[in-house]
């Protein structure tokens, strides 16, 4: 039994999302390599981009060397410049926001709504409303969609299109998911990707830029190759950035595309295991998926109601670790980070905007995010998690949340 400690220590670390190699990476490398294309551009790169356009079905594609990069070329493409007002999703990772202060961008916080867990619309609506009153209407909104499930793009769509403002979308989680069917990143002016190491699919580190402009594709090419002039010389007119994805990454990338489908069915299944052997346990809940929604799972996130449980997230997160398991919290709201604290916060529930500052979250309050990151606990989710590491996973919780307090 795992009541000797012993026995823990040789117990085997189960991560909470890490990579998963099809095989067929390794012929795409050897390509690379036989061909001698060990660089930071090559065929492989033209490919993948080619191949990641038409899955999702973007005319253009521009593969980079992360999610973060990405993004901060879709704020130049957007010409944010300092002062200039972005809305951004708080319950997210802070790389969806640290592109906007790159560019010297102000950033203004959006609460979650609890159906889908993103971007909140009447969040949204109230902080354009006000915004277009004060004169002060945002140059992009960045929605995220968390833990691979689509943001309710239909009202974000109709609001960002009344007030004219571009909407962007980070799609760093979301790859092969769908919204009403098609496929999340595309509903945005642009759209990005992160092939992180613990995405679902990932190339060790990189990212793309999607687009239906072809043309700003194109320039972003340009300012991620170190902006050069065409001329026979070194000649710059603009700051250059070097944010290309490698050869050989872009041959891994290929690999893992080819799988993108199997794996969210795996992440599918393991979130259909954990509701059905969990999901009985009083105060537990699991990351709902609306109709409107495909969420590839990316991961497994449940929540403890503090009203029908005494158990704490953080209790089964320590109860996890000790038994060599990785699990994580909810993403902490930017609205809650040091980084931003000043920054206006919409929360989803309340009518007037707060200042972030408070750094705790508050349970009492209208703000989603902040219940999602008291209560929620990300589980292991890799696609080549077992049954049998699974069931670890599952005793470990239940042994946990079942033991009187
Ligand atoms: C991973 C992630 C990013 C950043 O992607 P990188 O490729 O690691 O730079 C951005 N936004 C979200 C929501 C992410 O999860």
Sequence with gaps: MNECPGAQQIQSRIYLSPPHMSGCEMDYVKEAFDSN??????????????????????????????????????MKLLGIRRGDRVFCSSLTFSASVNPVLYEGGVPVFLDAEPESWNMSPSALERALADADRKGTLPKAVIVVHLYGQSADMDPLRELCGRYG?????????????????????????????SFNGNKIITTGGGGMLVAHDSEAIRKARFWATQARDPAPHYQHSE???????????????????????????????????????????????????????????????????????????????AALEAENIEARPVWKPMHLQPLFSGTLFYPHGGVAPEAASRGEPDL??????????????CLPSGSALSGEEQDRVIRCVRRCLEARV
Excluded at 42 to 66: C, K, N, Q, T, Y
Excluded at 170 to 193: H, Q, R
Excluded at 364 to 377: K, P, Y
């Design 37 to 74: 294309w060990i660089a930071p551009l090559g065929p492989h790169v033209d490919a993948f981009e080619r191949e990641l356009a038409s899955r999702v079905g973007v005319p253009a594609a521009l593969a980079l060397s992360s999610g973060t990069a990405a993004l901060h070329l879709a």
């Design 165 to 193: 403002v571009p909407l962007v979308e980070d799609a760093a989680e979301s790859l092969g998911a769908t919204y009403k069917g098609k496929e999340s990143g595309t509903f945005g002016v642009y759209g990005i990707y």
């Design 239 to 317: 700051i250059g950035y070097n944010y290309r994805m490698s050869n050989l990454l872009a041959a891994v990338g290929r690999g893992q595309l080819t799988v993108l489908d199997d794996r969210i069915r795996a992440r599918r299944t393991i979130f259909e295991r954990y509701v059905a052997a969990l999901g009985d346990l009083p105060g537990v809940a699991f990351m709902p998926e609306p109709a409107w929604s495909r969420s590839n799972r990316w991961l497994s996130v449940l929540t403890l109601d503090p009203n029908a449980t005494a158990h704490t997230p953080g209790e089964l997160l």
């Design 364 to 377: 009492r309050g209208s703000s989603v995010s902040d219940r999602l990151f008291a209560t929620g606990l």
